[in-house]
């Protein structure tokens, strides 16, 4: 998975996101993080972009009219917070998959599709943490997500993810 880092981004090492992306806890299709635009440490805030015009799994198999335009689906926007998610606590907590790491989305407090995001432009993506709380073998981080194309906002999250280090889970039945 080739993730740009734009020229405004110069908190990340190469190597090291270099590394996040082959240890991904998903192939790179579901990554849904294209560009780097800033890192911001001290306020753990990611700003991304999302390539809409790259092919998306819902938005590819989407049967489109006037009355259901081709656009970004839900789900994919919901992938792409878990990808910043994760990209967080990789970034921000020292959670590295290939060390033993784990991690999912455990409750989505608030999310709010404000306007349909269509296919092209891209979308800009920010993730900012508001709560974390980080031990040994755990890591609990709550974000707020704010996603915009061509100025308008189309969806805002606040969710939480858990990360745990080697830790079997199991599905539940």
């Known amino acids: 998975m080739a993730i740009r880092l734009a020229p405004t981004c110069t908190d990340v090492d190469p190597a090291a996101l270099a590394r996040f992306a082959e240890t991904f806890l998903y192939r790179e299709p579901a990554f849904l993080v294209d560009e ?3 890192v911001d440490r001290e306020t753990r805030t990611i700003d991304a972009l999302l390539d809409t015009t790259r092919r998306l799994p819902f938005a590819a198999e989407q049967r489109t009219s006037p009355g259901h335009p081709a ?7 919901l992938m792409a917070t878990g990808s910043l998610g994760c990209l967080g606590a990789w970034l921000f907590h020292g959670v590295r ?4 790491w784990s991690g999912f989305g455990n409750r989505i407090h608030r999310a709010d ?3 349909l995001a269509k296919l092209g432009p891209p979308l800009a993506l920010r993730s900012q943490e508001t709560h974390w709380r980080d031990g ?3 890591v609990v981080i709550r974000f707020e997500f704010t996603f915009e194309q061509e100025g308008r906002v189309v969806y805002l999250g606040d969710q939480s993810a858990m990360f745990f280090r080697e830790l079997a889970l199991e599905a539940a039945d």
């Open 71 to 77: 656009h970004v689906a839900g789900g994919e926007m």
């Open 136 to 138: 040994p073998k755990r």
């Open 113 to 115: 599709f404000k306007s």
């Open 36 to 38: 780097l635009v800033r």
């Open 97 to 100: 998959f290939d060390d033993g």
